[in-house]
Nanobody, 119 residues
Framework: QVRLVESGGGSVQAGGSLRLSCVGS????????MGWYRQAPGSQRELVAV???????NYADSVKGRFTITRNNAKNTVYLQMDSLKPEDTAVYFC?????????????WGQGTQVTVSS
């Protein structure tokens, strides 16, 4: 079992920045990637960004050039730096852990952290 705990959400005005953090614990060897999903009210969860143990990354088109995912393997921690935030980025952001081969398969979810961007 892998446990994921997020922190760093909050409220910010459009154009501002936030950094989310997620610490993993437990059987981290069961996963080879960590990532972030988000879910806005009335919408399905969508993949925001994913990073492999080796540092490969993938981003949703809507956040490319604004968000950056990084990780510290020694600390089992993944970060999401969010810059130039827009109101449409408002959502609950979930840290995830899973297996990324051709596609990213999520096996574990964090509890979520709210990000609110006001115009």
């Amino acid at each position: 079992q892998v446990r994921l705990v997020e922190s760093g959400g909050g409220s910010v005005q459009a154009g501002g920045s936030l950094r989310l953090s997620c610490v993993g614990s437990g059987r981290m060897r069961d996963i080879n990637a960590m990532g972030w999903y988000r879910q806005a009210p009335g919408s399905q969860r969508e993949l925001v960004a994913v990073i492999s143990n080796g540092g490969n990354t993938n981003y949703a088109d809507s956040v490319k050039g604004r968000f950056t995912i990084t990780r510290n393997n020694a600390k089992n921690t993944v970060y999401l730096q969010m810059d130039s935030l827009k109101p449409e980025d408002t959502a609950v952001y979930f840290c995830t852990g899973g297996r990324w081969l051709v596609q990213y398969f999520v096996e574990y979810w964090g509890q979520g952290t709210q990000v609110t961007v006001s115009s």
